[in-house]
């Protein structure tokens, strides 16, 4: 499967770039140092590329506070891997590591 968000209207998918992330192991999209242009309706859009089937989650919207508060999160580093990753001789692969916090 491949994991895509919509942003506002279809076809207005996000980019990934600096501040934008898919996650291809989970479909979560991270957004770092969020703008206002960010600010707006989210929808995952998952599809099977064996039979082309798709499916839609409902929307996200996606508010900027105006108080500043934004809660304290203690740092703390997010890892998924398996225990065991194999590979063939070269291909590639791609392991992924978040770094969480205030």
Known sequence: IIYSWVFNEFPSFVAE???RFISQ???NL???KVQPSDVGSYI???KNTVTNARV???PT???LRN???MGEYEPK???HFPYTVTAARGTTVKMECFALGK
């Open 17 to 19: 770039d600096s501040r």
């Open 25 to 27: 192991e989970t479909g």
């Open 30 to 32: 991270y957004i770092s």
């Open 44 to 46: 995952c859009l998952v």
């Open 56 to 58: 839609l989650s409902p």
């Open 61 to 63: 919207p996606l508010t």
């Open 67 to 69: 108080d500043g508060v």
């Open 77 to 79: 580093i997010e890892v």
